[in-house]
């Protein structure tokens, strides 16, 4: 198994932020799955592409990142069955999907990360999500040395969660990922910024469309270091909003299937007043407040400490504690925003 001692990952997150693994190791075979035993027994965190994790401090755990590459396609008379190996990079799938006719994913493009991290928080963007085209995720159990085929109802999707963030969490890792597309697709529009496009729209015109305007509007972490939205939207009872919405006549909302109503973290951190907020070298950026940048080489505590700060102003102003989408990694392994030394 490929593998390097006192590996510096600065390169490997989306804050580029600096920390340094005492063992960086990447399977790529079964064989190299069933050495990780030995490996385990220490704190470790399974990275993909490091654009939703933030290290925390200047040593990081143990890291395991999946190498399983590759991408088999089969059809049948009404869909499309793509198997894609964890370690595939999630934006070039969406392209190559499109490319090969095989259409569902354009809502999709421009998320940063990869394939083996999507169903893990459930991607999501522009009303579409992972789970509406996952049939079974490809998991392999550090107990058990085995491969399980996980359907999409035992992967628990939900906003922003999965099974693998609750009962399965740290106990495997995501090898590969099964999806299936219908071949009657419809172009999903009814999301604000693509119900400007014509109802005959194509998936490249939907991709391009969302790319666009995914490009306007959040930070290209390449030039900005950033991890996409900090926090989670919050959803709150229909009776918190209502006693809100007397103050807030503008707040924006969103009715769930429930009854209860997701509200914008966004808006709420931009009326708390810290848009453009800047503090050690770190930003609530000045154009979308659900993101933090690393303007000037910042650690990770240093961004954190920022987190702390804005999730404490719109508790105060709003009475919601925003929960992090972020994760948390330091020496020890995953940590809570609340768990650390700021
Ligand atoms: C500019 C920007 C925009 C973004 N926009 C969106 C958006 O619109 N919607 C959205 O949902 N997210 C968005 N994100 C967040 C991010 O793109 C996703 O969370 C993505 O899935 C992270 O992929 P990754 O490989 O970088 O994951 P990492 O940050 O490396 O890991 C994320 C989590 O997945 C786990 N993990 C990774 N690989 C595996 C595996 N093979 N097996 C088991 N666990 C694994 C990790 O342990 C960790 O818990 C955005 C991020 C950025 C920087």
């Not at 219908?182 to 400007?196: E, F, I, Q, T």
């Not at 950026?285 to 940048?293: D, I, S, T």
């Not at 719109?314 to 030394?341: N, S, T, W, Y």
Request: proline share 5%.
């Amino acid at each position: 198994m490929k593998s390097a001692s006192q590996f510096q990952l600065k390169q490997s997150n989306s804050f580029n932020v600096a920390s340094i693994t005492p063992c960086f190791y990447q399977p790529a075979s079964y064989s190299d799955l069933r050495d990780l035993s030995s490996v385990i027994d220490r704190p470790f965190y399974i990275l993909g592409e490091g654009s939703n994790t933030l290290f925390v401090e200047s040593e990081a755990p143990v890291i395991i990142r999946p190498g399983f590459k590759g991408i088999t396609i089969k059809e049948t008379n009404d869909s499309y069955h793509v198997r894609v190996g964890a370690a595939e990079n999630w934006h070039q799938l969406v392209i190559y999907c499109i490319e090969q006719g095989i259409y569902g994913l354009e809502n999709l493009a421009l998320i940063p990360g990869s394939v083996g991290a999507a169903p893990v928080q459930n991607i999501g963007a522009y009303g579409v999500e992972f789970a509406d085209y996952c049939r079974e995720v490809e998991w392999f159990e550090f107990s058990s040395q085995s491969v399980k085929k996980l359907s999409r109802e035992e992967c628990q999707f939900g906003y922003r969660d999965s099974v693998f963030k609750g009962a399965l969490y740290n106990r495997g890792l995501i090898i590969s990922v099964s999806l299936v597309f219908p071949k009657n697709w419809r172009a999903k529009l009814s999301y604000h910024g693509l119900d400007s496009l014509p109802a005959g729209a194509s998936a490249v015109d939907v991709m391009k469309q969302v790319i666009a305007i995914r490009a306007s509007k959040l930070p290209d972490p390449q030039v900005l270091p950033n991890a996409g939205s900090f926090f989670k939207n919050p959803i709150v009872s229909a009776e918190q909003y209502l006693s809100l919405k007397q103050d807030y006549q503008d707040m924006p909302f969103y009715p769930q299937a429930d009854n209860s109503i997701k509200l914008a973290a966004g808006w709420l951190i931009e009326r708390a007043g810290l848009k453009g907020f800047c503090q050690n070298g770190v930003e609530v950026h000045h154009r979308q407040a659900l993101v933090l940048v690393n303007k000037a080489c910042a650690s990770g505590k240093d961004i954190s400490v920022l987190a702390k700060h804005v999730q404490t102003c719109v508790l105060e102003k709003f009475g919601i504690k925003l929960q992090p989408e972020v994760r948390f990694i330091a020496a020890r392994g995953e940590v809570e925003l609340d768990e650390f030394e700021q």
